[in-house]
């Protein structure tokens, strides 16, 4: 099974293929699947899930939004759309790590 972040990058190289539509809101269901996935094979978590969970706070912080919205829908409020909010998300990602 490849890491966290292995299958993002794969991800950005292939959205179509991993999400169907390239969009924000289903990347963040395929990751949130992937963990689910893990923790119910007990799988333990690793240093970049462990590293991700992060990743919403930091978005938070980076937008200044202090209401929960998930990283998902503040990076969508920010974007033209689906789609170019997912290529915003791999930019940040990369900042982020």
């Known amino acids: 099974m ?8 794969k ?5 179509s293929f991993y999400l169907g539509k390239p969009s924000v809101c289903n990347l963040r269901s395929c990751i949130s699947g992937y963990i689910l996935a893990r923790r119910e094979l007990g799988i333990f978590q ?7 969970t992060e ?16 990283w998902d829908k503040i990076i ?8 170019s909010a997912l290529d915003s998300f791999f930019k940040l990602f990369e900042e982020f790590t």
Request: proline letters at 2%; hydrophobic letters at 25%; glycine letters at 0%.
């Open 76 to 83: 969508l409020f920010y974007s033209e759309d689906e789609h």
């Open 55 to 70: 990743f919403q706070t930091w978005i938070q912080s980076k937008f200044h939004i202090s209401s929960s919205q998930s």
């Open 46 to 52: 690793t240093d970049e899930e462990r590293q991700f």
């Open 2 to 9: 490849s890491s966290l972040y292995d299958l993002i990058r």
């Open 11 to 15: 991800i950005q190289k292939r959205p």
